[in-house]
């Protein structure tokens, strides 16, 4: 046992314990007899439809991710951003903090890592500021729409997101804390090059594949949402879209696993989604998030799995 205090393991140790602990907490108010009903409320119509939007979510990834390959000239085909996409998947559900789908480059070219990584995060910038703009819509939806008062805790959450994305970009450009010259902000400051680029056709395209993926993801869990008894479909892609808009800020347990159905269940209540089954409203978020990681995450992972493993035609990684 005492291998498993080594340095190297003390981060997955940790973050299987916050995860478990997370779980237990987010769900300890489930009735045990609740769990019997959400698998009874599976409709394979539905979780079909569902599935089926996961693949197309899926599908708007890999073209974001071939054109931005393209951004930094790695001239692909069409099966290495697809098989990186899902090996990212793995990496991602596997290490600390989602901190390995940034590895995923890595499969894109051997001898330019530096800007294979860079691809990665400008790819990650696409999801994030598509999440954000989402949740933001969300919030002005809640204002206009429902006519629902900006709670305290959004408020709050609001105002330390914005501290913290501004504070993060001030201490990058800050020659006291970070020398302008380190490689972090040097990236940045190629990122910032980068920025005009967006507003090319294939930048636009970029990030109208972004918003689709996202799109997809949002009324994939609305739907799932509604199968297991929430009736509102519009509040449950307000929630959905208002949820994911805070996981970025929230990414410590495996898979968002806790974090994901918390943050549901905290919408769908702020909404007053009104359902229409015996399941409470943490039994309705527990199980669209169960299903949205098994589509979204686990399939797509045991995809890269397998596709790694059974491809051995090493000349399929990139040179360049």
């Given at each position: 046992m005492k291998f498993l205090f080594q340095k190297k393991y003390l981060p997955w140790i940790?973050?299987?314990?916050?995860?478990?602990?997370?779980?237990?907490?987010?769900?300890r108010t489930i009735p045990k007899e609740e769990f019997s009903s959400i698998v009874a409320a599976l409709c394979w119509p539905t979780m079909v439809v569902a599935f089926l939007l996961s693949i197309a979510g899926l599908y708007f990834?890999?073209?974001?991710?071939?054109?931005?390959?393209?951004?930094?000239e790695f001239f692909v085909g069409k099966q290495i951003p697809l098989k990186t996409i899902l090996w990212g998947n793995l990496l991602a559900f596997i290490t600390p903090g989602r901190?390995?789908?940034?590895?995923?480059?890595?499969?894109?070219?051997?001898?330019?890592?530096?800007?294979?990584?860079?691809?990665?995060?400008?790819?990650?910038?696409?999801?994030?500021?598509?999440?954000?703009?989402?949740?933001?819509?969300?919030?002005?939806?809640?204002?206009?729409?429902?006519?629902?008062?900006?709670?305290?805790e959004i408020k709050i959450f609001v105002i330390i997101a914005g501290i913290v994305c501004t504070g993060g970009v001030g201490i990058l450009f800050s020659g006291k804390i970070i020398n302008r010259n380190h490689t972090v902000v040097g990236q940045v400051l190629r990122l910032l090059k980068n920025i005009p680029r967006l507003l090319n056709p294939a930048?636009?395209?970029?990030?109208?594949?972004?918003?689709?993926?996202?799109?997809?993801?949002?009324?994939?869990?609305a739907i799932l949402l509604n199968m297991f008894g929430?009736?509102?479909?519009?509040?449950?892609?307000?929630?959905?879209?208002?949820?994911?808009?805070?996981?970025?800020?929230?990414?410590?347990?495996?898979?968002?696993?806790?974090?994901?159905?918390?943050?549901?269940?905290?919408?769908?209540?702020?909404?007053?989604?009104?359902?229409?089954?015996t399941l409470s409203l943490e039994s309705i978020a527990f199980g669209t998030s169960i299903s949205i990681l098994a589509m979204n995450l686990l399939l797509p992972a045991l995809g890269g799995l397998i596709w790694y493993f059974l491809d051995n035609d090493q000349t399929t990684t990139i040179q360049s």
């Amino acid at each position: 046992m005492k291998f498993l205090f080594q340095k190297k393991y003390l981060p997955w140790i940790l973050k299987i314990i916050l995860t478990v602990l997370f779980l237990y907490f987010v769900n300890r108010t489930i009735p045990k007899e609740e769990f019997s009903s959400i698998v009874a409320a599976l409709c394979w119509p539905t979780m079909v439809v569902a599935f089926l939007l996961s693949i197309a979510g899926l599908y708007f990834q890999v073209k974001r991710w071939e054109i931005i390959l393209r951004f930094q000239e790695f001239f692909v085909g069409k099966q290495i951003p697809l098989k990186t996409i899902l090996w990212g998947n793995l990496l991602a559900f596997i290490t600390p903090g989602r901190i390995g789908e940034l590895f995923r480059g890595l499969m894109v070219s051997k001898t330019r890592k530096a800007d294979a990584l860079f691809a990665v995060v400008i790819d990650k910038l696409f999801i994030i500021f598509t999440v954000l703009l989402f949740g933001l819509l969300g919030i002005v939806l809640l204002y206009w729409h429902y006519n629902l008062s900006i709670s305290k805790e959004i408020k709050i959450f609001v105002i330390i997101a914005g501290i913290v994305c501004t504070g993060g970009v001030g201490i990058l450009f800050s020659g006291k804390i970070i020398n302008r010259n380190h490689t972090v902000v040097g990236q940045v400051l190629r990122l910032l090059k980068n920025i005009p680029r967006l507003l090319n056709p294939a930048g636009r395209r970029a990030m109208m594949y972004s918003m689709l993926a996202h799109l997809c993801l949002c009324l994939q869990s609305a739907i799932l949402l509604n199968m297991f008894g929430a009736i509102n479909l519009a509040k449950g892609i307000v929630s959905a879209a208002l949820a994911y808009g805070v996981m970025p800020f929230l990414s410590f347990t495996i898979g968002n696993m806790g974090v994901r159905e918390g943050a549901l269940g905290f919408f769908l209540r702020y909404l007053n989604a009104n359902h229409s089954s015996t399941l409470s409203l943490e039994s309705i978020a527990f199980g669209t998030s169960i299903s949205i990681l098994a589509m979204n995450l686990l399939l797509p992972a045991l995809g890269g799995l397998i596709w790694y493993f059974l491809d051995n035609d090493q000349t399929t990684t990139i040179q360049s």
